[in-house]
C-alpha cells in the first residue's frame, strides 16, 4: 500500500505544506478563541459583538467557548500540532 503523504509520491514534505499549516494555525486560533470565551465571557462576549455583563448572560458564551476549545483541541492532537 502506497502512502500518499510520503515525500516520494508528492514530491515535498507532508508538514511543508501550505494547507498543513493553515490547517494548525486555524485550530490554534480556535483553541485560544474558546479558551478566552471560556475564561472570560464577559470581555469574549463584548468582542463578538454582543456585550453580556452579568454571570448568568454569559452561559451561552462559557458553552461556546468550551466547544471550541474541545474542537481546537482535538484538532490540534488529531494533526499532530500540539
Same mark, same amino acid.
Given at each position: 500500500? !502506497? #502512502?500518499?503523504?510520503?515525500a #516520494? !509520491?508528492?514530491g515535498?514534505?507532508? /508538514?511543508?505544506?501550505?494547507? !498543513? /499549516? ?18 472570560d465571557?464577559?470581555? %469574549?462576549? %463584548? %468582542? ?10 454569559t ?6 467557548? %468550551? ?10 492532537? $488529531?494533526s499532530g $500540532?500540539?
Open positions: 500500500m !502506497v #502512502d500518499e503523504t510520503s #516520494d !509520491v508528492t515535498t514534505r507532508y /508538514w511543508r505544506t501550505a494547507a !498543513v /499549516w493553515l490547517a494548525a494555525v486555524a485550530s490554534a486560533a480556535i483553541l485560544l478563541l474558546g479558551l478566552r470565551a471560556f475564561l465571557p464577559v470581555s %469574549a462576549s %463584548a %468582542a463578538f459583538g454582543l456585550p453580556m455583563h452579568t454571570g448568568s448572560e452561559t451561552f458564551v462559557r458553552i461556546y467557548g %468550551a466547544r471550541n476549545a474541545f474542537l481546537g483541541s482535538s484538532r490540534c492532537g $488529531c $500540532c500540539g
